[in-house]
């Protein structure tokens, strides 16, 4: 039984390592080179191109995970800045009507899931996040056809509802 008990820890540690990642990994320092921020950080799970002509190097935890990191690397290839990008503050700075899909993955990075809402036509992208630090949420931003925000909505997370997940 003991034994039992280490393995199921080592196995949590282990599951819990991959889930956490830029948790427990140094962050960077404004100015630090390219080469050091990913010796920091690790490999990115994407990179897009920044709209100053350098890099957005992005650290998502999904789909299950709430944060994600954002690492802005200026032409220089020196970083800007980085921050957890998944917070009601970073959702208000995409604009209704005029920001794209590039737009919003250089903002909060790749969604935890994508659907659709048939109604209007719409392709729908879905954040998982914690609002205000406390509140397990879901941010949803409703794309049209041509790739355009139309909608933003947040509401709570049914993943984390105990009463769907037969808890209580």
């Not at 990994?25 to 799970?45: D, F, H, M, W, Y």
Request: charged share 20%; hydrophobic share 40%.
């Amino acid at each position: 039984m003991h034994r039992m008990i280490k393995m199921a820890t080592a196995y949590a540690v282990i599951v819990l390592a991959g889930c956490v990642g830029p948790f427990l990994r140094e962050a960077p320092n404004v100015g630090e080179a390219l080469p050091t921020v990913i010796a920091k950080l690790g490999q990115p799970t994407t990179v897009y191109p920044a709209a100053d002509g350098g890099q957005m190097l992005e650290y998502a935890t999904g789909p299950m995970g709430q944060f994600t990191w954002m690492a802005h690397m200026g032409p220089d290839g020196r970083l800007l800045s980085y921050e957890q990008v998944l917070t009601g503050e970073k959702f208000a700075t995409i604009k209704i009507d005029k920001a794209n899909k590039a737009d919003v993955l250089r903002t909060i990075g790749r969604p935890a899931e994508r659907s659709g809402v048939a109604m209007h036509n719409y392709e729908v992208w879905s954040y998982r996040y914690k609002e205000a630090g406390v509140w397990n949420s879901l941010m949803h931003v409703h794309f049209d056809q041509q790739g355009i925000v139309r909608m933003m909505q947040n509401g709570p997370d049914p993943m984390f509802d105990p009463r769907d997940r037969n808890i209580w």
